[in-house]
């Protein structure tokens, strides 16, 4: 017979008794339930969070295997959000989770959001269009959002807060005609500190044309403890909250941490001259 308290009294020391039951009433929305979504889903619910709006249109293919969470032999051709919706309520039965399959789009992002404490983006790298109309609609409703992005074998993370800076005053996507230009100012955004990037055997696995790239599932769990600790803090009101324009990168690989800080978010000089850079590299 499951037993919240039993179920997470793990938590305990960690979290006060108080605090668990904090956890347990707040709401989080997660878009995207792969790689990254998958694991926030799950480690969200054995922190003892138990409700969730979750979106993804998405079915489980053999590419998935390398890092998500809900990919197996046995779910190849399930839809994601119903995957992963089953494995959450594994861990706790008296969860609440609402889906959305069909993705997020400008017509359901209000139902998405509603009565949401956090919202942890895990969309894919490309979904450029779904991200904007998330983040626009977290910050009109003073929603925390938070970011990571599994880079190489580290974690890029990034917060934005209610009043303070905001997705597009960080990445400046406005600055950009294109999408493949804006793509760029989002992944030199995302990474300032470019750890993952001198350590890279092979090149023609990126390809911004063909929308791919390779991926670890060291990044991917590393994304979700980075992230987790900061739902954690951000639903507690506890600890503190470094957010945008200042942003955090470790990469296990290279022995290395990074606190990075755009003041002007992409529109510094450091930027401009790495989208030039990045956008050689990404186009030759």
């Not at 960690?14 to 990254?36: C, D, F, P």
């Amino acid at each position: 017979m499951f037993d919240y308290d039993k179920a997470f009294s793990r938590n305990i020391g960690w979290v006060t008794q108080q605090e668990q039951q904090v956890l347990r009433n707040k709401r989080v929305a997660i878009a995207g339930a792969g790689g990254v979504g998958g694991i926030h889903l799950l480690t969200l619910a054995r922190l003892g969070v138990a409700k969730f709006h979750i979106s993804d249109f998405d079915d489980f293919e053999v590419h998935n295997f390398n890092r998500q969470s809900g990919a197996f032999m046995s779910t190849l051709g399930e839809q994601k959000v119903d995957v992963m919706e089953k494995m959450a309520k594994d861990i706790n039965p008296e969860a609440e989770i609402v889906s959305f399959p069909e993705g997020i789009f400008e017509h359901n992002v209000d139902e998405f959001l509603q009565d949401v404490d956090l919202y942890v983006d895990s969309l894919d790298f490309f979904a450029l269009q779904a991200r904007k109309t998330v983040f626009k609609k977290c910050y009109e409703k003073n929603i925390p959002v938070i970011t990571a992005a599994p880079l190489g074998m580290g974690c890029a993370f990034l917060c934005f807060m209610p009043g303070k800076m905001t997705f597009e005053e960080y990445f400046r996507f406005e600055d950009k005609d294109t999408e493949e230009d804006q793509l760029i100012q989002f992944l030199i955004g995302l990474s300032p500190a470019m750890l993952q990037r001198t350590y890279m055997v092979d090149e023609t696995a990126v390809s911004f044309k063909e929308r791919k790239g390779p991926s670890t599932p060291m990044a991917v769990s590393l994304c979700a403890g980075i992230a987790e600790t900061y739902a954690l803090k951000i639903l507690l009101n506890r600890g503190e909250i470094l957010c945008a324009p200042y942003g955090l990168h470790f990469d296990a690989y290279r022995n290395k941490f990074k606190k990075t800080w755009r003041p002007f978010g992409n529109a510094g000089i450091v930027p401009r001259i790495m989208f030039k850079i990045a956008k050689r590299v990404v186009y030759q």
